[in-house]
């Protein structure tokens, strides 16, 4: 992990800043949705949390690639060896129906491959990480 320690440290950050985000808007009962091309829900929490989430990353390996459900995809990732995963709201329809039961997704793929990855749930204060080979954790 020793190689990789400071991307998983900022993967759980990023999915810390996010899932405080998602959890002022929930608190507040800010659930209205709209709908993307898929008919899938879109809140001002996913987008919010995106923003958080890529500024971080952005900043903290400013050449990397990065694929997020929420941003256009221009395809330049594609030249990139290490690109960043995102889902910032993983099941926005529980959270608008206020169940409680969603998390952010932040993971690092390097040359194709999985390579760590966290998982946030706001509701719940959990946080789960995994490095390639070294097993995952909460």
């Given amino acids: 992990m020793r190689d990789l320690q400071k991307e998983l440290e900022i993967a759980c950050e990023a999915c810390s800043r996010a899932g405080a985000v998602v959890r002022r808007h929930y608190e507040r009962g ?52 290490r690109v960043w995963i995102v889902d910032p709201l993983d099941g926005t329809r529980d959270f608008v129906e206020r169940s409680g039961d969603f998390a952010v997704h932040v993971g690092l793929a390097i040359e194709g491959q999985p390579r760590l990855g966290a998982v946030y749930k706001p509701i719940g204060d959990e946080l789960y990480w995994a490095v390639a080979g070294e097993g995952a954790y909460v």
């Fill in 30 to 81: 800010e659930t209205a949705a709209t709908l993307k091309p898929d008919r899938s829900p879109l809140t001002e929490a996913d987008l919010a949390a995106n923003d958080e989430i890529l500024a971080l990353l952005r900043e903290s390996f400013p050449s990397d690639g990065i694929l997020s459900e929420e941003t256009a995809d221009d395809g330049s990732r594609l030249t990139k060896s």
